[in-house]
């Protein structure tokens, strides 16, 4: 989608990247480690001050303590930290649990395994879960189960109890949970992260993935962080130095500023995504989309059986050729025929002036 926005000249609501600058600071640090030649390698699981700064943070934020030594993996993003994680843990034949919609990694990361995937559906308008279907989806061949809270594309953020209905059947069926949590900064209407991990039984069984990506609008640096037990984490080192021996070193550094920002940094990160949010609402409630209001993440998924298209792809078509808007087919984060063919994702993560034209393009849009 990208592409095609790049092709046609349309406003990109389609991928999730910023379009406003990082935060000074980080720049700042990120330029002064090159100018003192921290260009070499890093230690391959990561520069001691930026796995002690992310010990520090999780002991800050959650009271959860985390050994910079031994259970802390620095990588290539959170992307590499998910398939380094997944590779450590999975052999073929494994089942893997996958809550669709998902984020489209997910999926192939399993089977590159040569695991399986087993889908339980996210339903609107809330995108709860059946935890009859959940209890299916797992078997005596169930390695893991996979959760994204904030979530990508949908915005739910896992209540305690749910997560406490997951933790459940991860101890009753000898399951890893393996988590997501790079949105967890972003956050609405007085929603709450709560890491899995964080749950009694679950400390030995979990494995955290998270990333400055997201938090610091720095998507492009590819700086992210595996939290884990010991043995576990002893695992992930040894694929991830084997697919990427280790993250970009200045920027290790700056990272490791980053996690160092005071509280008033994420209230202030929320409350202006909190904003952008309520516009991006606003614009595409009266273009005639029916909205799923996010909880957090940065990101709102629609409905939008209104218009009378085709299909999801036929729309986002489209949207970049006639309106000149970019968004993302909702079909795209479905594994099971015909999911998503009626909905579509945007992204608000974009300056004012980004999202006022996209206000104006999408005023455009013809209803059946």
Same mark, same amino acid.
Not at 74 to 102: K, N, R, Y
Not at 267 to 279: I, K, N, T, V
């Given at each position: 989608?990208? &592409?095609? *926005?790049?092709?046609?000249?349309?406003?990109?609501?389609?991928?999730?990247?910023?379009?406003?600058?990082? +935060?000074?600071?980080?720049?700042?640090?990120?330029?002064?480690?090159?100018?003192?030649?921290?260009?070499?390698?890093?230690?391959?699981?990561?520069? #001691?001050?930026?796995?002690?700064?992310?010990?520090?943070?999780?002991?800050?934020? %959650?009271?959860?303590?985390?050994?910079?030594?031994?259970?802390?993996?620095?990588?290539?993003?959170?992307?590499?930290?998910?398939?380094?994680?997944?590779?450590?843990?999975?052999?073929?034949?494994?089942?893997?649990?996958?809550?669709?919609?998902?984020?489209?990694?997910?999926?192939?990361?399993?089977?590159? !395994?040569?695991?399986?995937?087993?889908?339980?559906?996210?339903?609107?308008?809330?995108?709860?879960?059946?935890?009859?279907?959940?209890?299916?989806?797992?078997?005596?061949?169930? #390695?893991?189960?996979?959760?994204?809270?904030?979530? /990508?594309?949908?915005?739910?953020?896992?209540?305690?109890?749910?997560?406490?209905?997951?933790?459940?059947?991860?101890?009753?069926?000898?399951?890893?949970?393996?988590?997501?949590?790079?949105?967890?900064?972003?956050?609405?209407?007085?929603?709450?992260?709560? +890491?899995?991990?964080?749950?009694?039984?679950?400390?030995?069984?979990?494995?955290?993935? /998270?990333?400055?990506? #997201?938090?610091?609008?720095?998507?492009?640096?590819?700086?992210?962080?595996?939290?884990?037990?010991?043995?576990?984490?002893?695992?992930?080192?040894?694929?991830?130095?084997?697919?990427?021996?280790?993250?970009?070193? +200045?920027?290790?550094?700056?990272?490791?500023? *980053?996690?160092?920002?005071?509280?008033?940094?994420?209230?202030?990160?929320?409350?202006?995504?909190?904003?952008?949010?309520?516009?991006?609402?606003?614009?595409?409630?009266?273009?005639?989309?029916?909205?799923? &209001?996010?909880?957090?993440?940065?990101?709102?998924?629609?409905?939008?059986?209104?218009?009378?298209?085709?299909?999801?792809?036929?729309?986002?078509? %489209?949207?970049?050729?006639?309106?000149?808007?970019?968004?993302?087919?909702?079909?795209?984060?479905?594994?099971?025929?015909?999911?998503?063919?009626?909905?579509?994702?945007? !992204?608000?993560? #974009?300056? %004012?002036?980004?999202?006022?034209?996209?206000?104006?393009?999408?005023?455009?849009?013809? &209803?059946?």
């Amino acid at each position: 989608m990208t &592409r095609l *926005a790049m092709r046609q000249g349309a406003t990109n609501l389609a991928q999730g990247f910023p379009d406003f600058p990082a +935060p000074a600071v980080l720049k700042q640090a990120a330029t002064q480690a090159i100018a003192d030649d921290i260009n070499q390698y890093a230690i391959t699981w990561g520069a #001691k001050p930026l796995r002690d700064s992310v010990a520090a943070k999780y002991l800050r934020t %959650y009271g959860m303590e985390f050994d910079p030594e031994r259970e802390i993996t620095v990588c290539c993003g959170a992307t590499e930290g998910m398939i380094a994680s997944l590779m450590a843990v999975l052999d073929p034949g494994d089942e893997v649990v996958l809550f669709e919609p998902f984020y489209e990694n997910y999926g192939p990361d399993t089977q590159l !395994c040569g695991a399986e995937p087993r889908y339980v559906r996210l339903r609107e308008p809330d995108w709860s879960f059946d935890p009859d279907e959940l209890r299916r989806a797992f078997t005596p061949r169930t #390695k893991a189960i996979v959760l994204n809270s904030p979530n /990508n594309p949908t915005g739910k953020v896992f209540t305690r109890a749910e997560l406490e209905s997951i933790a459940a059947l991860c101890q009753e069926f000898d399951a890893l949970a393996i988590t997501d949590e790079i949105y967890e900064h972003i956050l609405y209407d007085g929603a709450v992260h709560i +890491p899995i991990a964080s749950l009694d039984g679950m400390r030995e069984r979990s494995i955290l993935v /998270n990333s400055m990506s #997201k938090t610091y609008s720095v998507t492009g640096w590819r700086v992210g962080w595996v939290l884990a037990p010991p043995d576990l984490t002893d695992s992930i080192r040894k694929v991830h130095d084997f697919l990427t021996v280790g993250a970009a070193a +200045p920027l290790q550094q700056a990272g490791a500023v *980053a996690l160092g920002l005071d509280e008033g940094y994420y209230q202030a990160l929320s409350a202006e995504y909190g904003r952008r949010r309520d516009h991006m609402l606003t614009t595409l409630e009266s273009a005639g989309f029916r909205c799923f &209001r996010p909880a957090g993440a940065y990101y709102v998924m629609t409905d939008i059986s209104a218009f009378g298209a085709a299909s999801d792809l036929a729309f986002v078509r %489209y949207l970049i050729d006639t309106i000149g808007v970019a968004a993302v087919p909702g079909s795209s984060f479905y594994a099971q025929p015909g999911g998503g063919d009626r909905q579509v994702r945007f !992204c608000f993560c #974009k300056k %004012y002036e980004t999202l006022e034209i996209a206000r104006h393009q999408l005023a455009k849009i013809q &209803r059946a």
